[in-house]
C-alpha cells in the first residue's frame, strides 16, 4: 500500500494552541458495581480529548476511538480510570479528557405500599490526566421534592412545591458508591422521589415533604454538611436546581468546597 499523506502531523504556523480537541457523543456499552444489585448494564455517552501544542496542525481522531475500544465490548471503572494516561501516550499530549456521561437505575419500593419501580438518575465519570496525575470525578443528577418554607408559613390551606434537581460532584480518597451519593442527597430535600406510588404512598409523600420544607438554599446546605461529614469525600460542588410550580422561572443555588477549608 502506497504511503498516504499524514496532514495532522503537518506545522501549524499560527502558534496557537488548543485546550481540548478530539471526539464526542461516542456511546459505548458500560458495565458497572451495583450496591444493590453486583452489577449493572448500561450505556455511556463518551467524550475524550487532549490538548494540542500549537506547532500541530490537527489530531489523530481515529486514535481516541482505537483507545476506547482496546477495553474490549464492555467497560469498567477501572478502564475508564486508566484511559486518560492511555490517550497521553498515544496522541503525545500533555493533558488528556474522558467523560462518561451514563442513566444509572434503581429499583426503589414505595414508602407505604411498598410498590416497587425503576427510578434514573443521571451519573458522570470524569477523569483528566496530566503527567503523573489523575484527577477523578463523580457526579449525580438526583431529582427530588421540595416544599416551600415561606409558602407554608404565610398560608392557611397547603403550600407550593415542586420537583428539583440536585447535581453532586465529589472527589474522594476511596471509591464512593454511586448509591451513597444519591441517597446523601435525597435526605437532604423535602422528600424523595418514587417511580410508583398509590394513593397510600401519596399520602406519605405530600405529608412527608410538608413536614419538612426546604429552600433551594436549604437543600445545597444540607447536602453541603452531609458531604463535608462523609469521610472520604475531599472535594464537593453540589448545585440544585428548583422547577418553580408558581413562578415562570427556576430557583438555583450553588456551593462549592475543599473539604477542611475554611467555607468562608
Not at 459505548?28 to 496542525?57: C, G, M, N, W
Not at 469498567?76 to 437505575?105: D, Q
Not at 435525597?186 to 417511580?195: D, F, G, I, T
Request: with cysteine.
Amino acid at each position: 500500500m502506497p504511503s498516504l499523506k499524514d496532514t495532522q502531523n503537518e506545522r501549524d504556523h499560527r502558534q496557537v494552541p488548543i485546550d481540548r480537541v478530539g471526539v464526542r457523543s461516542l456511546r459505548f456499552p458500560l458495565r458497572i458495581r451495583d450496591r444493590d444489585q453486583q452489577e449493572q448494564h448500561t450505556v455511556a455517552v463518551v467524550s475524550l480529548a487532549v490538548d494540542l501544542p500549537h506547532h500541530y496542525k490537527g489530531t489523530h481522531m481515529s486514535r481516541f476511538v482505537e483507545v476506547l475500544h482496546s477495553h474490549g465490548q464492555v467497560l469498567e471503572v477501572k478502564g475508564i480510570a486508566a484511559m486518560p494516561r492511555e490517550l497521553l501516550a498515544k496522541l503525545n499530549a500533555e493533558r488528556a479528557h474522558v467523560e462518561f456521561r451514563f442513566p444509572y437505575f434503581r429499583m426503589k419500593a414505595a414508602p407505604v405500599t411498598k410498590a416497587r419501580g425503576m427510578v434514573d438518575y443521571g451519573v458522570v465519570f470524569d477523569v483528566e490526566a496530566s503527567g503523573q496525575e489523575v484527577d477523578f470525578k463523580v457526579t449525580v443528577e438526583v431529582p427530588v421534592a421540595t416544599l416551600c418554607p415561606c409558602s407554608k408559613a404565610i398560608s392557611e390551606r397547603g403550600a407550593h412545591n415542586q420537583r428539583g434537581l440536585v447535581t453532586l460532584s465529589v472527589r474522594f480518597t476511596q471509591p464512593v458508591w454511586i448509591e451513597e451519593l444519591i441517597e446523601l442527597v435525597e435526605a437532604s430535600a423535602s422528600c424523595e422521589l418514587y417511580s410508583l406510588l398509590k394513593r397510600p404512598d401519596e399520602k406519605h409523600v405530600t405529608e412527608t415533604a410538608y413536614d419538612n420544607p426546604v429552600f433551594v438554599e436549604d437543600l445545597v446546605r444540607n447536602v453541603a454538611i452531609k458531604a463535608a461529614q462523609h469521610g472520604q469525600i475531599t472535594w464537593f460542588k453540589v448545585e440544585a436546581e428548583n422547577f418553580e410550580s408558581i413562578h415562570n422561572h427556576n430557583a438555583y443555588a450553588m456551593i462549592e468546597q475543599t473539604v477542611g477549608a475554611d467555607p468562608a
